[in-house]
T-cell receptor, first 113, second 110 residues
C-alpha cells in the first residue's frame, strides 16, 4: 500500500522563524510535490521535484524553498515565516513516465503567529 | 486556459438519495483524470483513474465516468460515511501538469 508520511500533523511557529516541513514516501516514486490548501482556493503547487537534487518552481514559490537530497525525502522550507503562510501543507508523490495519480500525505496544519 | 471546474460547490443529500458530481475540464492532451476523497483535516485519498472517453470505474457506491470534456462521480444510495469533499484532478497540457478542481463538499444526512 502506498505511503506518504509528513513529519507533523500540527505545527505552530512565530513570525520570522525558519520552518522545515518534512515528507517521506516509501513507494520509490521519482516525483514529489508540495502544495498548500486554503479554503476557496483549492490546492496550489509550491514546488516539485522530478529527481534527487532537482527542483522546479510551481505556481506560488515565493517565500519557500525545497530540498531533495534523497529520493524518498522532500523538504519544504519557509525561510522567514509570515502570517500569510498559515495554511494546510500537503506533500504528494507519483511515478514518473506517462501518467498516474499523485498520492498524498495527511498534511501539516501550520499556524504562524 | 487549462483549468478544471467542479460543480456543485456543496451538495446535501438525504441518506439513500442518489446524485452526481461534475468535473469539467479545458485541459488539452488529457493524460488522465483522477478522483480523490478528502476528509476534514486529512490529505486527499486516491479513488479512481480514468484515461479515455467512455471509460467507467466503480467502487462500492461510487461510479466515475468520463467524456471528452467532463467526468461524473455518481453516488448511489449514499450513506453518512460518504460525507467528504471530492476532488477532481486532470493531468495534461503542454507540461503534462496536474490541474486540480476546488472540490465538491458532500454532506449525507441520516
Amino acid at each position: 500500500d502506498v505511503k506518504v508520511t509528513q513529519s507533523s500533523r500540527y505545527l505552530v511557529k512565530r513570525t520570522g522563524e525558519k520552518v522545515f516541513l518534512e515528507c517521506v514516501q516509501d513507494m520509490d516514486h521519482e516525483n514529489m510535490f508540495w502544495y498548500r490548501q486554503d479554503p476557496g482556493l483549492g490546492l496550489r503547487l509550491i514546488y516539485f521535484s522530478y529527481d534527487v537534487k532537482m527542483k522546479e518552481k510551481g505556481d506560488i514559490p515565493e517565500g519557500y524553498s525545497v530540498s531533495r537530497e534523497k529520493k524518498e525525502r522532500f523538504s519544504l522550507i519557509l525561510e522567514s515565516a509570515s502570517t500569510n503562510q498559515t495554511s494546510m501543507y500537503l506533500c504528494a508523490s507519483s511515478l514518473s513516465g506517462a501518467s498516474g495519480p499523485q498520492h498524498f500525505g495527511d498534511g501539516t496544519r501550520l499556524s504562524i503567529l | 486556459e487549462d483549468q478544471v471546474t467542479q460543480s456543485p460547490e456543496a451538495l446535501r443529500l438525504q441518506e439513500g438519495e442518489s446524485s452526481s458530481l461534475n468535473c469539467s475540464y479545458t485541459v488539452s492532451g488529457l493524460r488522465g483524470l483522477f478522483w480523490y476523497r478528502q476528509d476534514p483535516g486529512k490529505g486527499p485519498e486516491f479513488l479512481f483513474t480514468l484515461y479515455s472517453a467512455g471509460e467507467e470505474k466503480e467502487k462500492e457506491r461510487l461510479k466515475a465516468t468520463l467524456t471528452k470534456k467532463e467526468s461524473f462521480l455518481h453516488i448511489t444510495a449514499p450513506k453518512p460515511e460518504d460525507s467528504a469533499t471530492y476532488l477532481c484532478a486532470v493531468q495534461g497540457g503542454t507540461g503534462n501538469q496536474f490541474y486540480f478542481g476546488t472540490g465538491t463538499s458532500l454532506t449525507v444526512i441520516p
